[in-house]
């Protein structure tokens, strides 16, 4: 079975400070994740996606993941946040062979201090 | 590229009325398409998807029922809404093919308050 686990419920950081929120996945498969973004009463924007090529993956926005799966995770990060960050994050990991489904993190509220 | 619209963008509902949410998609043909729901500060869950004209799966037994007249409408319905249904309602597509065919794109949402 498949399962993500987002390690932090709320992050609070300065402006211009890095930010690093941290994902752990279980999967029996080689897995495809993803990091969207959340800002309020507004949908799911994808920041990235990892889908087994290079582990090291960039997105929108300045953001960044890594794959590791000696460590089962799939942290996101930014060398600086900006206030614009400022919104709730969700880890996804995408369900095996069942239609694309996907099964997302309880997520993680990203607070950005001026 | 793809286009996801919802309406309502926000509806207010007594307990017991009736429900009916749409989602149309642009840009893209013979999409996967997921209904979800976020109750207040909670992640997503995933209600029902559809692969195909007709074709509904039901992720979790409730008061909610989904259907798929044409390839690019998804509609939400209820005959009857409990309190419990309130919540952010999110539409979201798969395409069926393309560089991004693994990803799902999602709509602006209904938020839904059951009174």
């Known amino acids: 079975a498949q399962s993500v686990t987002q390690l932090d419920s709320h992050v609070s950081v300065s402006e211009g400070t890095p930010v690093l929120l941290r994902c752990n996945y279980s999967?029996?498969?080689?897995?495809?994740l993803f990091w969207y973004v959340q800002h309020p009463n507004k949908g799911l924007q994808l920041l990235l996606k990892y889908t087994s090529a290079a582990t090291l993956v960039k997105g929108i926005n300045g953001f960044e993941a890594e794959f590791k799966k000696s460590e089962t995770s799939f942290h996101l990060t930014k060398p600086s946040a900006h206030m614009s960050d400022a919104a709730e994050y969700f880890c996804?990991?995408?369900?095996?062979?069942?239609?694309?489904?996907?099964?997302f993190g309880q997520g993680t509220e990203l607070s950005v201090k001026p | 590229s793809q286009t996801i619209h919802q309406w309502p963008a926000t509806l207010v509902q007594p307990v017991g009325s009736p429900l009916s949410l749409e989602c149309t998609v642009e840009?893209?043909?013979?999409?996967?398409l997921y209904w979800y729901r976020q109750a207040a500060g909670r992640g997503l869950q995933l209600l029902f998807y559809?692969?195909?004209?007709?074709?509904i799966s039901s992720e979790v037994p409730q008061n909610l029922s989904a259907s798929r007249p044409q390839d690019r409408q998804f509609i939400l319905s209820s005959k009857k809404l409990l309190l419990s249904d309130s919540g952010f309602y999110l539409c979201?597509?798969?395409?069926?093919?393309?560089?991004?065919?693994?990803?799902?794109?999602f709509g602006p949402g209904t938020r839904l308050t059951v009174l």
């Open positions: 559809s692969v195909g004209i007709g074709q």
């Open positions: 996804v990991v995408s369900i095996y062979n069942q239609g694309g489904k996907l099964i």
């Open positions: 840009g893209t043909s013979n999409p996967n």
């Open positions: 979201a597509l798969k395409p069926s093919s393309g560089a991004s065919y693994n990803e799902q794109f």
């Open positions: 999967s029996s498969y080689s897995p495809s």
